[in-house]
């Protein structure tokens, strides 16, 4: 059973930086497979934020890729979201999530909430 | 980056079945077998409930089954139960190397 949770401010001002991490347990992830972010705004759907793979090479939603960095540290079995010049459209609950490869997220962290006001 | 469309609600009587369609283009769903599906309950994370269209995880109820003809997906609930009432997304891999997940669709048991 693989174990990630998310962490990271619940409050971002907007224009600034969001920043979270998912710490993965019970499995080290520069064994294999991808890892990505998933977000959904309050009462709203699924949306796919992007995702990288074990050995470091990312995928990115285009609609976010001028603003998104994901990034691996196999050191301390965890990776990262950082979403620049934020504002209220990206208020949304966030999950990290272990992708088999192809789209099909197997293992998710409970979500972390995070809002994006002044 | 626009979303697979699925009807935004279905229900179903218990012990009836129901289908939920997803539908993309030859760039996702009918390009690929790489439609998933998860089971969202409110307030929780997603759960896989079926990947590669047809391929049932462990654990996931028989009832559940997958199914594509072109560029529709679809997820069949055989038997419905009251635990199946939740919200259902279909996810698919796309061309550009990107994924997308559908509208989503609440399902109720009557």
């Known amino acids: 059973q693989v174990h990630l949770q998310e962490s990271g401010p619940g409050l971002v001002r907007p224009s600034e930086t969001l920043s979270l991490t998912c710490i993965v347990s019970?499995?080290?992830?520069?064994?294999?497979?991808?890892w990505g972010w998933i977000r959904q705004p309050p009462g709203k759907g699924l949306e796919w934020i992007g995702s990288?793979?074990?050995?470091?090479?990312?995928y990115y939603n285009l609609s976010l890729k001028s603003r998104l960095t994901i990034s691996l540290d196999t050191s301390r079995n965890q990776f990262s979201l950082r979403l620049n010049s934020v504002t209220a459209a990206d208020t949304a609950v966030y999950y990290c999530?272990?992708?088999?490869?192809?789209?099909?997220?197997?293992?998710w962290g409970q979500g972390t909430l995070v809002t994006v006001s002044s | 980056q626009s979303a697979l469309t699925q009807p935004a609600s279905v229900s179903g009587s218990p012990g009836q079945s129901i289908t939920i369609s997803c539908t993309g283009t030859t760039s996702d769903v009918g390009g690929y077998n790489y439609v998933s599906w998860y089971q969202q309950h409110p307030d929780k994370a997603p759960k896989l409930v079926m990947y590669?269209?047809?391929n049932r995880p462990s654990g996931v109820s028989t009832r559940f089954s997958g199914s594509k003809s072109g560029n529709t997906a679809s997820l069949t609930i055989s038997g419905l139960q009251a635990e199946d009432e939740a919200d259902y997304y279909c996810?698919?891999?796309?061309?550009?190397?990107?994924?997308?997940f559908g509208t989503g669709t609440k399902v109720t048991v009557l």
């Open positions: 990288i793979s074990h050995s470091g090479t990312t």
């Open positions: 996810n698919s891999f796309r061309s550009s190397g990107t994924l997308v």
């Open positions: 019970d499995y080290s992830i520069n064994s294999g497979y991808y």
């Open positions: 590669e269209v047809t």
């Open positions: 999530a272990r992708d088999r490869g192809f789209g099909f997220q197997d293992y």
